[in-house]
C-alpha cells in the first residue's frame, strides 16, 4: 500500500510559468513532509518542507501548501527555470523519528 | 553547514571482490541511514542507525554489511555482490526531534557497478 502518492510521473512547463507538482498521502499520523530534487546520478537535494501546524511555506521560487483535511499537498515552483527540470520526490514522516516515506518522484521538464 | 559526504563516488567490483561504502556527517545528527536507488526509482531503504546502533534492517542480504564506528561515519561493506546490486547506494542523516529536526540530508550517492 502505498502511502505517499506521485500521480503524475511527469510534467511539462514552459520557461517562466508556475509548475505545481502534486503529492497525496493516505497515513494521517504523517506530520511533516518534505520535498527533494534530484538529478540523475547525484543524491537527492533537500528543497523544502512543512510541518502540519502550517497551511504554506515559502522559500524564495519554492512554496508548499499542506491541505491537511484533503491529505495533499503541492510545490509550486515560480518562476520556472531551465535548472529546475528534474526529479522531485515528495517524502512525510511522523514524529516518532520513523523513516521517510518517499512517493515516486514527478520528472519535472522545464522548456526554454 | 548541510552536508553529508560519500565516497568513492564511483566504484567497479566484481563479483568476488570486498569493498566498503564510506559516509561522514557533522551536522551532529544522531540518525544515518543508508538507502538503494536505481533509475527512475526512489530511494529504498536499506539500513537505519540511531545513536550508532542498528534499527532498522529492511531485509537486506547478508553481502550488505553496515557499520557504524562512530556518531559522524557510517560505512557499507560489500562482499560477493551480483550484477543486480548495480546501483546508487546514498547516504543520509536526520536529527532528532520535530520539525525542522527531521529534515533528511542526503549525500551525493556511490554510484556501484558490479560485473
Known amino acids: 500500500d502505498q502511502q505517499v502518492k506521485q500521480n503524475s510521473p511527469s510534467l511539462s512547463v514552459q520557461e517562466g510559468r508556475i509548475s505545481i507538482l502534486n503529492c497525496d498521502y493516505t497515513n494521517s499520523m504523517f506530520d511533516y513532509f518534505l520535498w527533494y530534487k534530484k538529478y540523475p546520478a547525484e543524491g537527492p537535494t533537500f528543497l523544502i518542507s512543512?510541518?502540519?501546524?502550517?497551511d504554506k511555506n515559502e522559500d524564495g521560487r519554492f512554496t508548499v501548501f499542506l491541505n491537511k483535511s484533503a491529505k495533499h499537498l503541492s510545490l509550486h515552483i515560480v518562476p520556472s527555470q531551465p535548472g529546475d527540470s528534474a526529479v522531485y520526490f515528495c517524502a512525510a514522516s511522523n514524529s516518532g523519528n520513523t523513516p521517510l516515506v518517499f512517493g515516486k518522484g514527478t520528472r519535472l521538464s522545464v522548456i526554454a | 553547514d548541510t552536508e553529508v559526504t560519500q565516497t568513492p563516488k564511483h566504484l567497479v567490483m566484481g563479483m568476488t571482490n570486498k569493498k566498503s561504502l564510506k559516509c561522514e556527517q557533522h551536522m551532529g545528527h544522531r540518525a544515518m541511514y543508508w538507502y538503494k536507488q536505481k533509475a527512475k526509482k526512489p530511494p529504498e531503504l536499506m539500513f537505519v542507525y540511531s545513536y550508532e546502533k542498528l534499527s532498522i534492517n529492511e531485509s537486506v542480504p547478508s553481502r550488505f554489511s553496515p557499520e557504524c564506528p562512530n556518531s559522524s561515519l557510517l560505512n557499507l561493506h560489500l562482499h560477493a555482490l551480483q550484477p543486480e546490486d548495480s546501483a546508487l547506494y546514498l547516504c543520509a542523516s536526520r536529527g532528532q526531534g520535530s520539525g525542522p529536526r527531521e529534515t533528511q540530508y542526503f549525500g551525493p550517492g556511490t554510484r556501484l557497478l558490479v560485473l
Open positions: 512543512i510541518s502540519s501546524i502550517k
